[in-house]
């Protein structure tokens, strides 16, 4: 059984002190980025385990959100979620700050500012840019997100899109559409394998045009309004809609209300997320609940613990108000 490799061997082969060795695998300022990389590249050549870099030296933890999400519209789901990382890495003594960032960033130099120990992914990233992230050797793991091989931690969104299509079938719709801003996501594919799967059961065939995906427009809502309206206007229009996030379903109660139609006498609705408007709303929206501040606290977790399970599901409920 050979010997694990130590950071003092890494020096030895690079020609550099232990504490340079120690700065690159820790992504710690000092250091020319050229430095750096090949530290690194040599400490992968000769096997060394970068997960011996676990909780005891997690320090600081960077949040990481993207750049496509409109952040506006983002933060009634993402602030409770940050809110439960905080609480989290304030019981640790772990200091928390944010970045928001997208593919054409220059990532290394953005993250390092922060000099981070940890990063913790939340929402859509795009493979390229998560590769980039993980350049980096520092502990990641993704919130409501998934990606091969790295730790995440998510609702259990397909069991939502199925007790949100259950719900709609047991109130006798029979017309029941998908609304979603796209596709690429992995938690909204989630949500449309459990609303398929809730029709495959109760052995009901939806038409393709109740799978409304919006148009890839820059202005998510204005895409939304679009996909809204074509459903609307079809010979047949559904009698129910199921949102993938509550943000959706409100463009859903809006755009029915200049039309004139009765919800949830003329369209039954149900959203996802449970976000604070939700219960607002007129009339206010039944929706799945997610505990965000458990999926933040969970996020930390698995950093911590270095648990490397491939997809850590919590729990999430139906929640039934008006607009059913």
Not at 277 to 281: F, N, T, V
């Given at each position: 059984?050979?010997?694990?490799?130590r950071i003092?061997d890494?020096?030895?082969?690079?020609?550099?002190?232990v504490?340079a060795?120690?700065?690159?695998?820790?992504g710690q300022?000092?250091l020319?980025?050229?430095?750096?990389?090949?530290?690194?590249?040599?400490?992968e050549?000769q096997?060394?385990?970068?997960?011996?870099?676990?909780s005891e030296?997690?320090k600081r933890?960077?949040?990481?959100?993207?750049?496509q999400?409109n952040i506006?519209?983002?933060?009634?789901?993402?602030?409770?979620?940050?809110?439960?990382i905080?609480?989290?890495?304030r019981?640790?003594?772990i200091?928390?700050?944010?970045?928001?960032?997208g593919?054409?960033?220059?990532i290394?130099?953005?993250?390092m500012?922060?000099?981070?120990?940890?990063l913790?992914?939340?929402?859509f990233?795009?493979?390229e840019l998560?590769?980039?992230?993980?350049?980096?050797k520092?502990?990641?793991?993704l919130?409501?997100?998934?990606?091969p091989?790295?730790p995440?931690?998510?609702p259990?969104?397909?069991?939502?899109g199925y007790?949100?299509?259950?719900?709609l079938i047991?109130?006798?719709?029979?017309?029941?559409a998908?609304l979603?801003?796209?596709?690429?996501?992995?938690?909204?594919r989630?949500?449309?394998?459990?609303?398929?799967?809730?029709?495959?059961?109760?052995?009901?065939?939806?038409?393709?045009?109740?799978?409304?995906?919006?148009?890839?427009?820059?202005?998510?809502e204005?895409?939304?309004?679009q996909?809204?309206?074509?459903?609307?206007?079809l010979?047949?229009?559904?009698?129910?809609?199921?949102?993938?996030n509550d943000a959706?379903?409100?463009?859903?109660v809006?755009?029915?209300?200049?039309?004139g139609l009765?919800i949830?006498?003329?369209?039954?609705?149900?959203?996802?997320?449970n976000i604070d408007?939700?219960?607002?709303?007129t009339?206010?929206?039944?929706?799945?609940?997610v505990?965000?501040q458990q999926?933040?606290?969970?996020?930390?977790?698995?950093l911590?613990?270095g648990?490397?399970?491939?997809?850590?599901?919590?729990?999430?409920?139906l929640?039934?108000?008006?607009s059913?």
């Open positions: 059984m050979s010997k694990p490799v003092r890494i020096a030895q082969a690079c020609g550099v002190s504490g060795v120690s700065r690159a695998l820790k300022p000092g020319r980025e050229e430095t750096r990389q090949r530290i690194i590249a040599i400490a050549q096997g060394y385990d970068f997960t011996r870099l676990r030296k997690i933890i960077l949040f990481l959100l993207h750049r999400h506006s519209r983002a933060l009634p789901f993402y602030s409770p979620l940050l809110l439960g905080e609480d989290c890495c019981d640790k003594g200091a928390l700050s944010f970045l928001a960032i593919p054409g960033d220059a290394n130099d953005q993250v500012l922060h000099q981070p120990d940890a913790i992914c939340a929402g990233f795009e493979p998560l590769a980039l992230l993980q350049q980096l520092l502990p990641l793991v919130a409501d997100s998934w990606a091989g790295l995440c931690v998510n259990d969104n397909a069991l939502g007790l949100a299509t259950h719900h047991t109130q006798g719709r029979r017309r029941i998908f979603a801003s796209t596709l690429s996501h992995y938690s909204i989630q949500r449309e394998n459990g609303y398929r799967k809730a029709l495959y059961e109760a052995q009901m065939l939806m038409p393709p045009d109740y799978e409304a995906i919006a148009p890839p427009l820059v202005d998510t204005l895409a939304l309004e996909a809204v309206n074509e459903l609307l206007s010979p047949e229009p559904p009698d129910a809609i199921f949102a993938y959706a379903a409100l463009v859903v809006r755009l029915c209300a200049e039309r009765r949830p006498e003329d369209i039954a609705l149900v959203g996802f997320d408007s939700a219960q607002y709303a009339p206010a929206l039944t929706t799945i609940g505990n965000k999926l933040g606290r969970e996020a930390v977790r698995l911590l613990d648990r490397a399970e491939d997809n850590h599901l919590l729990a999430v409920k929640i039934q108000r008006n059913t």
